[in-house]
């Protein structure tokens, strides 16, 4: 069975750093893209960017190209998402979603991590 | 790039069929796969349609998705409609370097 296991709430501060995982089993974690997906309070899915966890490929929204850093470690089938100095507008719930066979077909979902960032 | 574009909510009657479009604005929507989830208040999206008409298991047979060229468009149709099917839906697809989510449909069944 395919899982994503997200990793638990943070609560931040503005200006801090914050690294956010997704633990993924029960598939070969380097055949499949992993996207990053941010859900604003009371609003709908956006894409934020996704890895090729194979080779490390990467494509960024341009909303968010800059603003984090996708990656992965293949040996712990670990996806990451990253800021550098987070904003209070980063605060939200983000996901994690496996890619299907076709690439970008978004199959299987992760639990999600809200984060808050306080100003 | 190119845009998804949804109802934002539509409301249906229990037991009675309901269809959600999902309009493709630059590029074709037969080009790459449609998906489609399902997000109840909440609690995480989940997967009710893959690759243009596909249900993952254990997605009752009440849901089928399908796409229409002449219109660029994709549905996601629910028949039988269970109060438990009142959630947001939203509909994705992609390109070569670009993953689009439409803005979500609140399904209200009433």
């Known amino acids: ?119 | 790039n190119f845009m998804l574009t949804q109802p934002h909510s539509v409301s249906e009657s229990p037991g009675k069929t309901v269809t959600i479009s999902c309009t493709r604005t630059g590029g074709n929507i037969g080009t790459h796969y449609v998906q489609w989830f399902q997000q109840r208040p909440g609690s995480s999206p989940t997967t009710v349609i893959y690759e243009d008409d596909q249900r993952p298991s254990g997605v009752p047979a009440r849901f089928s998705g399908s796409i229409d060229s002449s219109s660029n468009s994709a549905s996601l149709t629910i028949s039988g409609l269970k109060t438990e099917d009142e959630a947001d839906y939203y509909c994705q697809s992609f390109d070569s370097t670009t993953v689009v989510f439409g803005g979500g449909t609140k399904l209200t069944v009433l």
């Not at chain 1, 850093?69 to 987070?86: C, E, G, N, P, Q």
């Not at chain 1, 980063?90 to 991590?113: F, K």
Request: net charge neutral; proline share 3%.
């Open chain 1, 1 to 119: 069975e395919v899982q994503l296991v997200q990793s638990g709430a943070e609560v931040k501060k503005s200006g801090e750093s914050l690294k956010i995982s997704c633990k993924a089993s029960g598939y070969s974690f380097t055949n499949h893209w992993i996207g990053w997906v941010r859900q604003m309070p009371g609003k709908g899915l956006e894409w934020m960017g996704i890895i090729y966890p194979g080779d490390s490929d990467t494509k960024y929204s341009p909303s968010f190209q800059g603003q984090v850093t996708i990656s992965v470690d293949k040996s712990i089938s670990t996806a990451y998402v990253h800021w550098s100095s987070l904003k209070a507008s980063d605060t939200a719930m983000y996901y994690c979603v496996r890619g299907g066979y076709s690439g970008y077909d978004l199959t299987n979902w992760g639990q999600g991590t809200p984060v808050t960032v306080s100003s």
